[in-house]
């Protein structure tokens, strides 16, 4: 059977690394499918899915709400928060409640941690700022408040800032349910046959990890941006959890939960059919 080549995109970050360890490093046998690898950046991501450039990519949920036309989701590989989240931090403390009517610096408008910020406070003002210059901006002063995924979750405390609100630990008091972040997609013009494959290989590759945790680990730790690697170890413990190899009841809920809400509010557009495979 002849070579398939299968285009992946994901972000360069210590969890999704881990996860996709297996299939970048040629770990697992995928048979006559070939994955090839791009590295972008999780507000680039939502952008080229939108444009349905890759076969298989990591996005936002949120994002999903918008290419659920072109893509369907993958049961696997899903990063959410069990009880915590993406953070709001700022240089001085103050409540949760007074974020209204203060510049929020944010990495993106359809990442999940823009939702779940705009579902607690719908008055919200932002400037949209690289994930990995939000700390900074709140440390200049450019923004009164910064809204941090990936690893600066770990490390704020270090800069002299203060947090304001855990955006997961919020919805779990609120749905007593995870906190979907980002999963993975498929395209749906790969069809029926090809689709279940791709979605065995990722389970695999997440499973070869889970179980070659030492190894998967050292090479994370090259995505993982200056984190000592016990932070490394704990940021891939918070995402890569129970629900990664698969959502789970709670997961499915989760996510239809979550686009549902956005739909209400009126930031998501229209209602979202989310299919999972």
């Given at each position: 059977m002849p070579i398939r080549e299968i285009t992946v995109a994901h972000s360069p970050d210590s969890d999704d690394a881990f996860m996709f360890y297996a299939l970048a490093k040629g770990k697992i046998d995928t048979d006559h499918l070939r994955f090839t690898h791009a590295l972008h950046d999780i507000e680039t991501l939502n952008q080229k899915a939108a444009l349905g450039e890759y076969d298989v990519t990591a996005v936002s949920f949120h994002a999903y709400a918008y290419i659920s036309e072109k893509y369907a989701l993958l049961s696997s590989g899903a990063s959410m928060g069990l009880g915590y989240g993406p953070l709001v931090v700022a240089s001085e403390f103050f409540p949760p409640t007074a974020l209204a009517g203060r510049t929020v610096a944010i990495p993106g408008t359809r990442t999940s941690a823009y939702l779940a910020l705009k579902l607690f406070q719908p008055e919200l003002t932002y400037r949209v700022i690289p994930f990995d210059?939000?700390?900074?901006?709140?440390?200049?002063g450019v923004c009164e408040a910064g809204l941090l995924i990936h690893e600066g979750q770990l490390t704020y405390k270090d800069l002299g800032l203060y947090k304001i609100l855990d955006l997961g630990e919020w919805w779990s008091q609120e749905t007593g349910l995870p906190l979907p972040l980002g999963g993975n997609v498929v395209r749906r013009d790969l069809g029926p046959d090809l689709i279940p494959r791709i979605s065995y290989y990722l389970?695999?590759?997440?499973?070869?990890?889970?179980?070659?945790?030492?190894?998967a680990l050292a090479y994370a730790a090259g995505f993982a941006r200056g984190l000592r690697p016990k932070l490394t170890d704990k940021f891939v413990g918070m995402y890569v959890n129970e629900l990664t190899l698969d959502f789970g009841e709670s997961g499915r809920k989760a996510v239809r939960l979550f686009l549902e809400k956005g739909y209400q509010r009126g930031i998501i557009p229209h209602p979202v059919e989310v299919t999972i495979f």
């Open positions: 210059k939000i700390l900074e901006a709140v440390q200049e389970k695999q590759s997440i499973q070869y990890a889970l179980e070659h945790r030492e190894e």
